[in-house]
């Protein structure tokens, strides 16, 4: 619906799929049912002590208290680094390539204007966080759905992407352990996606939200320990899901210094940064104790075991996930995404989220499950679901 003061660009925005449930939801908690949501990507358990601890020192701080730096504190800059150097052998200066976000969802959003003209393009994945979609019609630019699938291993296929597509295109993005299919890459995929950006000129940005969640074992890698990643990558970390910090807003970029400082550009004309007292937080976060990390990735791998096991009895296809707070399942035979969720939550009051508003065409026909919910309301959400004719 066109509004009066609205720009028309808005209208290119697709609906928001979750608005229906939202609303169906209410309705349903309103006639007193118990509904369980297996929906919201958001960590149930509190961010770890230590960092609000340090909160609440750094609040009483009255420099606190002013505008931050832009780029972010240099000890914030510093911290991101040391996490670089710690976490995954990169090296990264904290005065040029490392740039401190209010979140990575600003970040994402703010990638737009700051490398791609308007008509110009941005590869996206097939299946992916909502903002790599919006961003580009928030910026009236365009976006090429790079293919996402079964078939090639839920890696996005920038190879099939057409010339005439690659000759506007000014940058692509990627993000492993994914959200929504819990897929990871292997190095090799990395190293050609480096390739192929640098033959075309692209700014690859590869967001890591999710690499400290993690099971049997894997190690998530950052994309900027691939050879040449320097020269065309930049990489977006966050505190929200690592740290249970999703309410704090606190991520950083790092990578190739000349895209740092074009985002640094957009950004300081735009936002004042993170509110110092959060930096000093989040930069104690992701250079203290890490055994609680650990501890998260443990928990939601013992939720996955629980989950996957409800629906294996029910028969349903899943990926197995190794890593991220997700599980991408193939909805029953006879359902659209749409039509599933709709009925799982009519009936068994269970939230999911619908394939198709991670990507419209390849999500379409499957389902997500978040983790971020007690073991107990997981098991009673797949005994509810069990139960659906
Ligand atoms: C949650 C999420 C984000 C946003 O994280 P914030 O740092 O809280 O803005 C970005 N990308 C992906 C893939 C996510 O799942």
Redesign the pocket.
Request: zero cysteines; a neutral charge; aromatic letters at 6%.
């Given at each position: 619906m066109t509004q009066k003061f609205a720009a028309k660009r808005l209208d290119n925005l697709p609906p928001y799929l979750f608005a229906e449930i939202d609303r169906k939801k209410a309705e349903l908690v309103e006639q007193g049912h118990d509904v369980i949501s297996l929906g919201i990507?958001d960590p149930d358990k509190p961010t770890f002590q230590h960092v609000i601890d340090e909160m609440i020192e750094a609040v009483q701080r009255s420099a606190n208290h002013q505008y931050p730096s832009y780029t972010g504190s240099l000890q914030y800059r510093q911290a991101c680094a040391q996490f670089m150097g710690t976490r995954f052998d990169v090296e990264v200066c904290p005065k040029t390539e490392v740039l401190a976000l209010i979140?990575?969802?600003?970040g994402?959003a703010n990638l737009f204007p700051a490398f791609v003209d308007p008509g110009a393009y941005t590869l996206i994945p097939g299946i992916g966080?909502p903002v790599y979609s919006g961003g580009g019609i928030l910026n009236d630019s365009n976006s090429w759905w790079m293919p996402m699938n079964e078939e090639n291993g839920w890696l996005a296929d920038f190879e099939s992407t057409p010339a005439d597509v690659l000759e506007k295109a000014q940058m692509m993005i990627l993000?492993y352990p994914n959200?929504p299919t819990s897929a990871v890459a292997t190095p090799e995929y990395f190293d050609k996606a480096i390739a192929f950006a640098k033959k075309h000129n692209l700014l690859l940005v590869h967001?890591n939200?999710y690499c400290d969640i993690a099971f049997d074992g894997y190690v998530p890698p950052s994309i900027l320990e691939r050879p040449d990643a320097m020269d065309c990558c930049i990489e977006i970390f966050?505190a929200?899901?690592s740290y249970n910090m999703?309410g704090w807003r606190a991520?950083f970029a790092a990578g190739n210094a000349d895209a740092i400082r074009a985002l640094g550009t957009v950004k300081s004309n735009v936002d004042s940064g993170i509110f110092t007292a959060v930096q000093e937080a989040a930069a104690l976060a992701f250079t203290g104790p890490q055994d609680q990390v650990k501890e998260m990735s443990d928990l939601y791998e013992r939720r996955r075991n629980i989950a996957m096991a409800a629906l294996d009895e029910m028969g349903l296809e899943y990926l197995y996930p190794r890593g991220t707070i997700f599980i991408w399942v193939k909805v029953p035979s006879g359902y659209t995404s749409a039509e599933y969720v709709e009925k799982v939550l009519t009936e068994a009051h269970v939230i999911i989220g619908p394939g198709n508003a991670y990507g419209p065409e390849d999500g379409e026909g499957y389902f997500r499950v978040s983790l971020a919910c007690e073991d107990d309301r997981i098991v009673e959400a797949f005994e509810r679901m069990k139960k659906l004719s």
């Open positions: 990507g979140g990575s969802k600003e994402i966080y993000s959200n967001d939200a966050s929200s899901k999703t991520a």
